[in-house]
């Protein structure tokens, strides 16, 4: 009220002197005072102006108690926001300011300087998460481009997540300066320091699922890009605050292929294709990641049946029986065969004693001698592997040539096998026939 009686004395002074001006200029002294309108004009603008600022200066919107400690923002965020217009009009002129940015970083266009400005905008909004998001090239999800790379990101640090659940622990002002330091110390290859940093916030369950996704794969890293143990641990911790975080999805995949669980693996790329651009760079890398795990899948599944059809028709009764392995000499005995000396590799059975089920005969050069018996060396028909049960396989090398044992002939033998097991033997001849 005082600063209107003021400008209205000033108003009045300002009447009082224009009506007097011609008299006054007719004063000897006076006459080389400025006309009448100059002299108005140069008093009355800035009189009107300084009033007119000061009586329609907008109210100064109070600062939100819960960014007391929060990083101030940028001079000019905040001269925007605060003066620009009453705090009603203020909140919407600035969150149309900060949708367009949102929208304009979600095309790839930007520098970094934009997405600091947007960081310091959301802080200045009380939006300390997304703030967090935004330093890491990363949108919310409400910028109308969830689950989508708002640049190209490296395989290592996929698309950006949507926020987490409300279960995600709420970050305070120096755990949020802690990320970012954080995320500065692995973009500069500090992943000692930086790892230090997520164990710490870890410790104070201050960590998102951002920061566990980046603490897991500071860790892997460190590790030799190996995610087995903790950085497993950490990924599991960051899907739990949000399932369908990208980066997280991307390493549990890595993690399962690692660990040969190609299941998982397939299922998690699949979440992770889903949330992706198929023509950027990540969605085609991802896409082919998918595609080789299913080919080795289907491999994996063909092959098991394949060895569930032999093993079944190996225990059929009837079907043909194959024994196969090598026969080496003990170093020891080497001397005492000579070059064409003939070699025995018989068959018994061991619960029907009687004639060998299967002979094989061949002239010995040079070690090892490689070996297969099947039912078409029988000696009799019906006495063969396919009928047999428990077997021994011998190796004999004979000095006479006959197929009958005799004193120096040299020996080794298998032991019992069950002919169904389509292992390979390798029988070591180490003694001598007395």
């Known amino acids: ?55 329609g200066l907008p109210a100064r919107p109070a600062r939100s108690p819960d960014l007391a400690h929060a990083p101030l923002i940028d001079q000019s965020v905040r001269a925007a926001a605060e003066s620009a217009a009453p705090p009603q009009r203020t909140a919407g002129l600035m969150a149309d300011a900060v949708a367009s940015l949102e929208a304009r970083l979600a095309r790839g266009g930007g520098s970094e300087g934009d997405w600091e400005l947007l960081a310091k905008s959301y802080e200045f909004m009380g939006r300390p998460e997304d703030a ?31 926020p987490s659940p409300a279960s995600a622990p709420a970050l305070s002002a120096p755990s949020l300066k802690l990320l970012e330091q954080a995320n500065r110390a692995r973009r500069a290859k500090h992943l000692d320091e930086a790892l230090k940093i997520y164990s710490r916030l870890a410790s104070a369950d201050q960590l998102n699922a951002d920061g566990w996704a980046d603490y897991a794969d500071t860790a892997a890293t460190l590790a030799h890009g190996k995610l087995a143990g903790d950085p ?4 599991s911790r960051a899907l739990a605050l949000d399932p369908h975080h990208p980066k997280a999805l991307w390493l549990k995949a890595s993690a399962a292929e690692e660990a040969g669980r190609l299941e998982e693996a397939v299922s998690a790329w699949q979440q992770l294709k889903a949330q992706l651009d198929a023509s950027s760079a990540d969605g ?46 003990a170093a020891r005995l080497r001397d005492r065969v000579s070059a064409g000396t003939t070699l025995f590799i018989v068959a018994k059975s061991v619960d029907s004693p009687g004639p060998p089920l299967a002979v094989f005969r061949q002239a010995v050069g040079d070690w090892p001698v490689k070996f297969t ?26 000095k006479s040539g006959q197929a009958m044992p005799a004193p120096g002939d040299l020996r080794g033998t298998s032991g019992i096998i069950e002919p169904t097991d389509r292992r390979p033997l390798k029988i070591v001849i180490d003694d001598v026939v007395s």
Do not use: C, K
């Open 373 to 398: 018996l099947d039912d078409s060396q029988a000696m009799l028909p019906g006495r063969d592997l396919s009928g047999a049960g428990r077997i021994t396989v011998e190796a004999r090398v004979s």
């Open 1 to 55: 009220m005082a600063l209107i009686w003021f400008i209205a004395g000033m108003l009045s002074t300002l009447a009082l002197l224009v009506a007097l001006w011609p008299w006054l200029r007719t004063r000897p002294r006076l006459e080389a005072l400025p006309g009448t309108a100059r002299l108005a004009a140069a008093f009355l603008i800035p009189v009107i102006i300084a009033g007119a600022g000061w009586l």
């Open 132 to 162: 967090a998001r935004a330093r890491q090239h990363r949108l919310p999800a409400a910028s109308g481009a969830p689950g989508a790379p708002a640049a190209a990101a490296p395989p290592s640090t996929p698309a950006t997540s949507a």
């Open 232 to 235: 497993e641990t950490y990924v």
């Open 284 to 329: 085609r890398i991802v896409a082919a990641n998918l595609e080789r795990d299913q080919q080795l899948l289907a491999s994996a599944a063909s092959s098991a049946q394949s060895d569930a059809s032999r093993r079944a028709g190996a225990e059929t009764p009837g079907t043909a029986r194959v024994v196969s392995g090598e026969v080496s000499l």
